[in-house]
């Protein structure tokens, strides 16, 4: 067994901060990441890109593969979703994370996003996150449903190991007794990650509460508990949003959002 994993304080003390192209992850400021659940077609994600890059994201979040759990519910546009962030990135200059659910398409995923994102229901996925390691670009690694923290860090260690350090933690919320929302957002997770890993950690309020209502309140939480960045979903008309309707925020909800963050932010001796 080895002693010093990668993931660990004990190998590397001071915090990891993955810097893309001068927006840094897991530093001084807080960074906002922002769209739809998926992609749709072109005129909306270019739509809402443009105004959660006026509210203050840094990058364009929005599925084009989609793990959903029916196989009859829609499943992303694939590639072409792809060109539509592509395209968006082009127009906005806004910085895209978008999913993979397979290793056949790591390269494709590669190509396009400038953060892959492995899923909460492809956390143990090892094979997956095999083929993430050796890729060049930053890891978003969501926490599994019912995943411990150990779990959760053994598999940043699978994608360290293949010699790809650049792994972003995300808390998403995990099933619980309590069903009044979606997920239980463990918070507690929080402090734990960042006293075990230097890795950066950022929460995903949208899943772990699935109520829209809930989104802001649980999104200064995590702030004021020292996570160093959100991933929020964001709708121009969240009732028509093909999927996880009731977790999207409307445009004024976000930018109430990044009103009520910036305080919280401050008072915990980050920016935004
Ligand atoms: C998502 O972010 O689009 C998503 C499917 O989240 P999770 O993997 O956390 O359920
Ligand atoms: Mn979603």
Same mark, same amino acid.
């Given at each position: 067994m080895k002693e010093k994993f990668l993931y660990s304080r004990k190998y590397k003390k001071e915090n990891t901060i993955i810097n893309l192209n001068k927006t840094?992850?897991?530093?001084?400021e807080i960074i906002v990441m922002a769209g739809p659940c998926a992609v749709e077609n072109k005129k909306q994600i270019i739509e809402i890109a443009k105004v959660v890059k006026k509210l203050g994201a840094k990058f364009l979040r929005g599925g084009a593969f989609k793990p959903r759990t029916?196989? $009859?519910?829609f499943q992303g546009l694939e590639e072409e979703g792809l060109r539509y962030l592509a395209e968006t990135k082009q127009k906005t200059n806004l910085k895209i994370v978008t999913e993979v659910m397979d290793t056949k398409d790591v390269k494709l995923i590669e190509k396009y996003s400038d953060i892959i994102q492995i899923g909460a229901r492809n956390m143990q996925n090892f094979s997956l996150l095999k083929a993430v390691g050796k890729s060049y670009k930053p890891v978003l690694l969501k926490r599994g449903l019912s995943a411990t923290l150990k779990e959760f860090l053994m598999s940043a260690e699978y994608i360290m190991k293949?010699?790809?350090?650049?792994v972003i933690l995300c808390e998403r919320g995990i099933r619980t007794f309590?069903? $009044?929302?979606?997920?239980?957002?463990?918070?507690?997770?929080i402090p734990a990650l960042k006293k075990e890993t230097h890795l950066p950690v950022i929460v995903d309020p949208s899943h772990a509460v699935g109520v829209r209502d809930y989104v802001i309140p649980m999104s200064k939480a995590a702030i004021a508990a020292g996570a160093d960045g959100l991933i929020i979903e964001v709708h121009k008309n969240p009732e028509k949003s093909v999927s996880d309707k009731d977790q999207t925020l409307n445009f004024s909800q976000f930018q109430q959002l990044m009103k009520e963050i910036k305080p919280v932010a401050k008072a915990v001796g980050k920016i935004l």
């Open positions: 840094k992850i897991g530093g001084k029916s196989p $009859y519910s293949e010699g790809n350090h650049k309590c069903t $009044y929302t979606r997920n239980t957002l463990d918070l507690n997770i």
